[in-house]
């Protein structure tokens, strides 16, 4: 499903500063897309009704509590005080909800009858609280990154501990998992450089080992049910510890599984009286009073989040930017759109048709994770916002629109897939916009240095390996046949977080970062790759710096460029080596814009906070502006405009 928006009914002109005939106009705050990763469900003391409460992310104006009255189709949004997006959200008693954050690392106690927020509790030196469970003392407790610890607090008092780590001084940085175990004390799951499952005794104030004779034994603890902890490995399957001990025991207290080689899981969501079992596809629904064992849905729910059951037994859900109540038995899966809209998000990419693409043009973006596109018509100023364009959770790193079509590669199934904007929009049956494949299985996982398009007509990208792991890779997708080529670590263990095309050759940056693994000591690389030859004809260690970022090329000479501090590197594809450094100085020296965009005349276009830097093939540097804005991400449009985004807004800007 998708939403069209209407722009602002004012756009806002002004002349930059430093050149008189650099008009930048304020067209819009396209991106719309929301991030639910976490909901409930929970009676609204207010007016009875029973609601759908799910979190939904925004960085730039703070996370939202949206309150959907699934009977009505209707919502309610609350700003929170602190924190852009959450991954769990957690009932508590008298009438409130528990909701954990990120970026910020904080606690938040939202009282639903009363409307607001009534606590905030930061952990200190975490970035990030996963997930949350109540504890036998009544407090709540979470897990960490980067740190991997265990905190809680008195939602009474909000009082503070930090119950620290069993992994500190490792390179383990999570401790995502957490639940409660029958008796009260809490489960942790740490990962990932090694994993394990550690039990934390309240009383003692320690933790230990779940299977005390299998330190590396690991698996995710779902729900403690009936005096026992379930948890599923990733072989055994599902297995369950009994009492407050945590024994092991032979066989799942659960009724027999009527399909298949047994159950496969429990939804987190069961409760004493009412529990989900999973088998094969299929949910079916245990009622212990009575031993009635009843089938929910065996409908393929792809891409889909169940978070919590209603109490007439409808699956509450999220996909995307869509929500379901789905009634057992039901045939079919009805999605309806979250009835909110949100605030403006950043972008997080930003690209445009070209000029011979069929009408209406369009400036395309997106946001930090949503897995979403979002479009600006440059005729009519009608801004649009896609559901997701993949099953996979995650986000849009690069696009490129090519024949009409706009091509896309995606964190964090390391997918691609295609959009053609002239046809309707069928992404539940595959149809439009279609997954073209993912590179998973090449231990890939982020697009870190996005996705360009080569002058063969075929569509470069970059890669961070998979979580876990360090490396990356270069990718090469035909969008006339889609076949997907990919080169696994081009330049060594290391991810290629910059990348841009040449005429003859691509050419590559790296640092020593990875997914879930701290970052390693050492310096970035530059690597030139050939397009013909399909190999490194050049690399070389850049001992300044530790990151090779902001790469540009030109083709009607081959160079490339790459910024450190205040100057740019020159390097010479024709004869394979550096050259010279050209100084690119502006006030207050402030970072390099990612992009870095090729005119069609031939010069190169950097970005640096508010200021431009066009590069020409002679190598004489402009120093343009400074704009109101600083430049986050920019492209130029089918009409010759450069438009960029700052914060939320998407500007054009006349006059280059």
């Keep these: 499903m998708a939403q069209s928006l209407s722009s602002p009914s004012e756009s806002n002109e002004s002349a930059a500063p430093g050149r008189a005939n650099l008009v930048v106009t304020a067209l819009a705050d396209p991106v719309r897309a929301k991030q639910v990763l976490a909901g409930r469900a929970a009676v609204d003391p207010v007016d009875g009704r029973e609601k ?195 024994e092991p025991v032979e066989r799942l207290p659960l009724p027999d599984c009527p399909v298949g080689s047994g ?58 930017q869509d929500y379901f109540a789905l009634p057992a038995g039901s045939p079919r899966l009805e999605l309806r759109r979250i009835p909110a809209e949100s605030a403006g998000r950043p972008f997080h990419f930003l690209t445009a ?34 559901g997701a364009v993949i099953d996979s959770s995650g986000e849009v790193y690069g696009a490129v629109s090519v024949g009409g079509k706009l091509y896309t590669a995606s964190y964090s199934g390391a997918d691609f897939a295609v959009y053609d904007p002239a046809r309707p929009w069928d992404q539940w049956n595959n149809v439009n916009p279609r997954h073209i494949g993912s590179i998973s299985d090449q231990h890939q996982c982020r ?5 360009r398009l080569g002058p063969d007509g075929n569509l470069y990208s970059g890669w961070q390996a998979a979580y876990g792991e360090y490396g990356g890779a270069l990718a090469r997708l035909n969008p006339r046949t889609e076949e997907i080529t990919v080169w ?55 001992e300044t710096m530790n990151a090779v970022r902001c790469i540009g090329a030109m083709r009607t000479k081959e160079l490339a460029f790459f910024p450190e501090r205040d100057e740019l590197h020159v390097f010479d594809g024709e004869s394979l080596q550096f050259v010279e450094k050209i100084p690119a100085p502006v006030p207050d020296s402030p970072g390099w814009c990612e992009d870095v965009l090729l005119h069609p005349s031939g010069y190169l276009l950097y970005a640096r906070g508010p200021f431009l830097v066009r590069v020409a093939p002679d190598l004489r540097v402009e120093i343009l502006g400074p704009l109101e804005k600083p430049v986050n991400h920019m492209t130029f449009g089918p009409d010759g405009l450069l438009y960029f985004s700052s914060s939320t807004t998407l500007y054009s800007l006349r006059g280059l």
């Design 353 to 386: 048709d070209p000029p011979d693409s069929p009408r209406p043009h369009r400036i395309w973006g997106g946001p930090s994770y949503g897995q979403t596109v979002a479009s600006y018509e440059i005729e009519t100023g009608k801004v649009w916002n896609s």
């Design 447 to 451: 697009p870190t240095g996005r996705m």
């Design 263 to 320: 159950w496969k899981g429990i939804a987190r969501y069961s409760t004493e009286e009412r529990v989900h079992l999973t088998a094969e596809r299929q949910t079916w629904e245990w009622l212990p009073a009575t031993a009635s064992l009843t089938l929910v849905t065996d409908l393929t729910l792809r891409g889909c989040r169940v978070f919590d059951v209603a109490q007439d037994g409808r699956l509450l859900g999220i996909r995307g």
């Design 488 to 542: 696994r670590n081009p330049l060594g263990d290391e991810p290629v977080i910059s990348l841009a095309v040449g005429g003859r050759f691509a050419y590559l940056g790296t640092d020593q970062t990875a997914n879930g693994l701290p970052r390693r000591e050492g310096k970035g690389q530059f690597g030139v790759w050939s397009l013909a030859e399909e190999r490194v004809v050049f690399q070389q260690r850049m």
């Design 52 to 246: 759908f409460w799910i979190t939904n992310m925004n960085e730039q104006y703070g996370g939202e509590l949206i309150a959907i009255d699934f009977e009505g189709d209707t919502a309610e949004v609350f700003r929170w005080p602190a924190g852009q997006g959450s991954w769990c959200v957690l009932p508590l008693p008298r009438e409130r909800l528990a909701i954990s954050t990120y970026y910020d690392g904080k606690f938040l106690v939202f009282d639903m009858r009363r409307r607001e927020f009534t606590r905030v509790v930061s952990f200190p030196g975490e970035s990030y609280v996963w997930e949350m469970a109540t504890g036998s003392d009544g407090r709540v407790y979470g897990g960490t990154y980067p740190g991997a610890k265990l905190g809680c607090f008195d939602p009474e008092t909000g009082e503070f501990e930090d119950c620290g780590s069993p992994v500190a001084g490792t390179e383990n940085q999570y401790l995502r998992n957490v639940a409660t175990a029958p008796g009260g004390d809490i489960i942790c799951t740490f990962g990932s450089a090694s994993q394990s499952v550690r039990v934390y005794r309240i009383a003692e104030k320690r933790f230990e080992f779940l299977v005390p004779d299998e330190p590396d034994f690991f698996a995710k603890p779902i729900v403690s049910l009936r005096g026992h902890l379930f948890v599923q490995h990733p072989e055994r399957g599902l297995l369950a510890f009994r009492g407050p001990q945590l």
